[in-house]
């Protein structure tokens, strides 16, 4: 079977991505692979190309867009900690929805001020608009089901399972679009597996039952979910400025809850209010500083760094939960990083790198 995502046309005439994407890499703000194949005829330049997303079409070298990365990523974490500490006084359904209503008001005044400076007011086309509203629904369910699977584990354990992600977008791959899966790909997912399977049985060991159960699944359905917007991310960082994809991402996770908000989402208390307004501040300036760091970098330089969020993840866990870093999830996270880059690495005899983009990047 064969077929094409939509969203995937490269602006500059030289590659189009077909939306097969093959290596992966990263955690749950991780990375998705792609292949690239030459068009049949030109590709016009996009009508709401921006001075960064031209920047996307080549490397910037230097160690800049490593540190950014870097500093997005411990943001996230950090933000994590904090959603996880709202989400046990909120919910996590409250949680998402009112840290989306405030990065959302957060980033108006910022996107407003952008779009009549550089588009003289007029809204993105309506193609860049439909990625924004996708990546925002998936997101909506992805970011629900971690943060209530956290409250029922450690941050770090759930920082390790997601890293499944990128290993499972190469199923979909074989799945939706008709794609072989690689020899490599099968042992790393493989040896991924144990590694979930050994961080599985860690928690459970740890804490038996129902919410030990519910936890583990909501953390694995929403690595699924992101292993979807795996193939949206580095577009998406290619049409739209840092601003732009902050802004939409919030507003629009806000409107799709909204419906349900009315009645699952209670009027937080101050402390409350404070939490997750700092959680939207640090997820608006993640979102930013990833955005920005993946629109001047490939993938196989920023890749790897996704892992560091296992570190700061385990750090914000023990500081602030008192959450002890367990062998068994230093075992797992040990088997799925391996597999993972066992699987996403290709070997002597499996062709050459394509010439153009290669990766999709995370948020």
Not at 164 to 176: D, H, N
Not at 179 to 200: F, H, K, N, T
């Amino acid at each position: 079977m064969s077929s094409t995502l939509p969203f995937f046309g490269e602006t500059n005439g030289a590659v189009f991505v077909s939306g097969q994407f093959a290596a992966a890499g990263g955690g749950r703000y991780g990375a998705g692979g792609m292949t690239v194949s030459p068009p049949s005829a030109p590709v016009s330049p996009a009508p709401h190309s921006s001075p960064l997303a031209s920047g996307a079409r080549s490397s910037v070298g230097g160690m800049l867009p490593v540190l950014v990365a870097m500093t997005g990523l411990a943001c996230f974490s950090v933000m994590d900690g904090v959603m996880k500490a709202a989400a046990i006084v909120l919910g996590a359904f409250a949680t998402i929805f009112w840290r989306s209503v405030i990065g959302s008001m957060l980033m108006a005044p910022w996107w407003a001020r952008e779009t009549v400076r550089k588009r003289g007011g007029r809204l993105p086309p309506r193609a860049i608009m439909g990625l924004h509203v996708l990546r925002a629904g998936l997101t909506a369910g992805m970011s629900t089901l971690y943060f209530d699977g956290v409250v029922r584990m450690p941050l770090a354990q759930a920082m390790a399972l997601s890293f499944v992600a990128p290993l499972i977008a190469l199923y979909l791959a074989a799945l939706t679009l008709g794609e072989r899966l690689r020899p490599r790909a099968v042992v790393g997912s493989l040896v991924a597996l144990a590694g979930v399977g050994v961080i599985a049985a860690d928690e459970l060991g740890h804490a038996p039952g129902g919410d030990g159960w519910r936890g583990l699944i909501e953390i694995l359905v929403s690595a699924v979910l992101y292993a979807f917007t795996l193939v949206l991310q580095r577009r998406q960082a290619q049409v739209a400025t840092p601003v732009e994809v902050a802004f939409f991402q919030s507003i629009l996770v806000a409107l799709i809850l909204l419906p349900l908000a009315l009645v699952w989402a209670p009027w937080p208390a101050p402390f409350a209010w404070g939490l997750v307004a700092l959680g939207a501040v640090l997820a608006v300036a993640s979102m930013m500083l990833l955005a920005w760091a993946y629109a001047r970098a490939e993938a196989q330089v920023l890749v790897p760094l996704e892992y560091t969020a296992f570190i700061w993840a385990a750090l914000v866990g023990w500081l602030a939960f008192a959450e002890p870093l367990t062998r068994g999830t230093l075992g797992g996270v040990v088997l799925i990083v391996a597999g993972c880059v066992f699987a996403t690495r290709r070997g002597s005899g499996e062709g050459t790198k394509a010439p153009g983009p290669t990766a999709l990047e995370g948020m």
